[in-house]
């Protein structure tokens, strides 16, 4: 298998895993490997339907299929933590693997990393592949060359959604719409050495701005293709292939 069949496998999987525990109700809408502009790499897992009462009295039974996913992805998490809403629905897990920085910042305050946020377990780990990470730097390095200002790329996603549809996000800051469609091409040149074989190319603008928030590769699903033929109007659609 290659790095996003291990993707979509993994969030089949980790789904099928959360089923068994507690019905047909609860699915996993996306799971997503990033890493951040601060050097921090992880894998986001995106549930519906359980709350931060059943991953606390399960985790014994949880934990071993989501670690095995982050190491079929080659990250070695430092830090499991849920992010909870108002209703302690649970909107993602996160197994994190801090760099230098985020780790000290994290230790105090019982390691919480946001006020939302609820530590699930602690792991040795630290010895992440770093590939998504060199990636990340290669394009923000482009982007700055490209563009002549030090635009910030604060996250690289590579995530394999429940629909069927794979792709790379990546979360922008400082960035104008000049250059858009070329750098778009950057990242596809990208998503195809992650095997991604995309059919759509777009950026997300703040509306009422020339701000750039995110620049996206995807290949979509057959609802979502129809989806995007109507897009939002936040969205600047670069390219279909
Ligand atoms: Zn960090
Ligand atoms: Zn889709």
Redesign the pocket.
């Known amino acids: 298998m290659n790095y996003t069949e291990i993707l979509s496998s993994d969030r089949a999987k980790i789904e099928k895993r959360l089923r068994d525990l507690f019905g047909f109700n609860v699915s996993v809408f996306q799971l997503s490997n990033y890493a951040?502009?601060?050097?921090?790499t992880g894998l986001t897992v995106s549930p519906t339907g359980i709350n931060i009462d059943d991953l606390e009295v399960f985790k014994d039974h949880i934990f071993p299929t989501v670690i095995e996913s982050a190491h079929d992805l080659l990250l070695d998490p430092t830090i499991a933590y849920a992010i909870v809403g108002g209703d302690a629905g649970v909107s993602a897990l996160h197994l994190?693997d801090?760099?230098?920085?985020?780790?000290v910042?994290y230790g105090g305050a019982d390691g919480r990393p946001r006020p939302d946020t609820y530590v699930i377990a602690n792991f040795e780990g630290g010895k992440s592949d770093k590939h998504l990470s060199n990636l990340r730097s290669r394009f923000e390095n482009l982007i700055r060359e490209r563009t002549g200002i030090p635009v910030y790329l604060l996250e690289m996603g590579v995530f394999a959604l429940r629909c069927g549809c794979i792709g790379i996000s990546t979360f922008t800051r400082g960035m104008r719409r000049d250059g858009l469609d070329e750098l778009l091409n950057k990242l596809d040149k990208i998503a195809e050495e992650l095997s991604i074989d995309s059919d759509l190319l777009y950026a997300t603008i703040i509306p009422g701005t020339i701000e750039v928030m995110t620049l996206n590769v995807k290949h979509l699903c057959e609802d979502c293709r129809k989806r995007y033929r109507n897009p939002r109007s936040d969205i600047y659609i670069s390219r279909w292939k």
């Open positions: 951040l502009g601060c050097g921090c994190a801090y760099c230098d920085r985020c780790a910042e």
